[in-house]
């Protein structure tokens, strides 16, 4: 079992930069590759980042490529999503997620979600 809780959402101006942490409980967090998945009013869920348990193996989908940096320490049990330069279009809300195996689709585990708003 692996309970998730993000953090670091928030109202930002385009161009902005945002942080967003996710703490996990769970010993064994390290065996778990994580994500990120956000959802727009009115739209489905969608795959925004994910990093292998190792951190040696990351993705991207393609908007945000360049922009958002995923990383992790499992000495901390902590994954973040650093999002730079961002965009109206990036407003939504933020789910980190925990899985055995990269995913770009779905996720074992999900955290209750963290709100991001970017205004033009």
Known sequence: QVQLVESGGGLVQAGDSLRLSCAASGRTFST??????????????EFVAAISWSG??????DSVKGRFTISRDNAKNTVSLQMNSLKPEDTAV??????PVVDTTTARYWGQGTQVTVSS
């Open 32 to 45: 778990y590759a994580m994500g990120w998945f956000r959802q727009a009013p009115g739209k489905e869920r």
């Open 56 to 61: 040696g193996n990351t993705k991207y989908t």
């Open 94 to 99: 933020y789910y980190c997620a925990a899985n």
